[in-house]
């Protein structure tokens, strides 16, 4: 096994957990400041497939002579941030917490206890009796992550809706959890888009002009309906210009259009990608 110390969170880990194997499972790991407790968990991506929604299950390895009489917490927390960070002043945030569910990993609890998972099953086995599994469902009526493309000019982290899995070493979950002696981890609930058959995308527009014989006739086509992160948008556009205007320049965005119910409906729109021609 990999030795313990503070990664990245970004960075998975291949961790031997099955000697009768060579290739190891990929866990993501991270370890608090002061390196007193570890979170491992199998993935950051959490699918809802309508009818059900992936668990969050994980292990956090204690250090027992740290942690002495307190308590090692575990929480997830979903939140609408709406507003620049920089802006939250004199104890107004623009930061909305959705769902928050919180519990006691150590000691453990016999009335939390359930049935372990596979991925559970053999962190424990390879990490000692200092290790305790958690596991959380999120509800069917969570959001989805959804993070708002910044503006030009915005700084700092951008709006949207975030998770955030946080262990922390206090007295009681009212505390207040200390930097030092905790463990942040970003993860994402994602609803699963398959790929369904459906009608090639075509638009078309005219523009008439006065004066001019004939308007301009624009065609756009996609080559798909539907396009998953990372993945490359042709765009087919045919120009007919009967008119006597000078084309000069093509221009294609890609334009997130949002909708925003918190004390009211607000729309928000802007640009990701943009490209032109020469």
């Known amino acids: 096994m990999a030795k313990q110390e503070q990664i990245n969170d970004n960075i998975p880990?291949?961790?031997?957990?099955?000697?009768?194997k060579k290739q190891g499972t990929r866990v993501f790991k991270k370890s608090s400041p002061n390196s007193k407790i570890t979170c491992y968990l199998g993935k950051r991506d959490f699918i809802d497939y309508m009818d059900h929604?992936?668990?969050?299950?994980?292990?956090?390895?204690?250090?027992?002579?740290?942690?002495k009489d307190r308590k090692v917490y575990a929480s997830v927390l979903?939140?609408?941030?709406?507003?620049?960070e920089d802006l939250d002043v004199l104890g107004l945030t623009f930061r909305k917490d959705l769902f928050c569910s919180t519990q006691q990993i150590y000691p453990p609890i016999d009335d939390q206890k359930k049935s372990l998972t596979h991925l559970q099953q053999r962190l424990l086995r390879k990490l000692g009796p200092n290790a305790y599994p958690f596991y959380f469902e999120i509800p069917q009526h969570a959001p989805a992550s959804v993070t708002l493309q910044p503006a030009a000019g915005d700084t700092g982290?951008?709006?949207g809706v975030d998770y955030e899995l946080k262990t922390y070493v206090a007295e009681t979950n009212e505390?207040?959890?200390h930097k030092r002696s905790s463990v942040r981890l970003a993860i994402r609930k994602l609803t699963y888009a398959p790929e369904i058959p459906a009608p090639q995308p075509v638009i078309e527009a005219h523009k008439e002009f006065m004066m001019s014989?004939?308007?301009?006739h624009l065609e756009c086509t996609l080559d798909k309906e539907m396009y998953y992160h990372g993945e490359n948008i042709n765009v087919n556009v045919v120009v007919t210009n009967n008119s006597n205007k000078t084309l000069r320049k093509i221009r294609i965005a890609v334009v997130q259009n949002a909708e925003?119910?918190?004390y009211s409906s607000t729309q928000y729109r802007c640009d990701v990608a943009v490209l032109e021609s020469r």
């Open 13 to 20: 880990l291949d961790l031997d957990l099955d000697d009768s």
């Open 260 to 262: 925003i119910c918190l």
């Open 175 to 177: 505390d207040k959890s």
């Open 157 to 159: 982290k951008p709006c």
């Open 213 to 216: 014989p004939a308007p301009l």
């Open 53 to 67: 929604i992936d668990p969050i299950d994980g292990v956090v390895l204690v250090d027992p002579e740290y942690v």
């Open 78 to 84: 979903a939140a609408f941030r709406y507003g620049r």
